[in-house]
């Protein structure tokens, strides 16, 4: 007879006392092996930093909207962009590939382009 695995969420606290819960032992789903001790109990599941887990949650929580992630975190605008970026580059996303003040600027300085083709660029963004 085989078992039956069931799914469940991971619980973050007790469901009785709201304390924290450890994970005691692990089992293969494959051959049955268990092992036991004590583990880590992950409530990270994207492996980034605890601030930008976090971040994460609140701006999903504020639906995308900066000025209430603003608020819910008591920080500033541009903390929150800030945020934003480091958790984009975290998530494996890309630099934006349009011309934004900051990225022409970042070619300027990295010798990519010159003054003139940098004030153009700036003129049509």
Known sequence: MK??????PILESCPVCSGDLSIRELECGECGTRIKGSFENR???LDMEDELFNFLKVFIFAEGSIK????ILNCSYPKIKNLLKKTKAALGFSKETGNTAGSIIEELNEGRIDVDAALEKLKQV
């Open 43 to 45: 409530k990270n599941p």
């Open 68 to 71: 209430q992630s603003e608020k």
């Open 3 to 8: 078992k039956i695995d069931q799914t469940h």
